[in-house]
């Protein structure tokens, strides 16, 4: 079993106007015979994200 995290910039549009969001992604994997699987997924709501580290 692994897991993967990171960030995913996406853009389009709403009402005719141009958005972006940056939301966060997890995914979880199995490793199978035929090679790694994705067993879940979850992308959480938009978040504010000016790049900057808190910890």
Known sequence: MA???GLLDCGGTEGGRPVEY???LTL???KTPD???IVH???SEPT???GKVKG
């Open 3 to 5: 897991f993967g995290t």
């Open 22 to 24: 940056t939301l966060r």
């Open 28 to 30: 979880g994997l199995t």
């Open 35 to 37: 090679g790694w699987r």
């Open 41 to 43: 997924e979850h992308s």
């Open 48 to 50: 504010p994200f000016d």
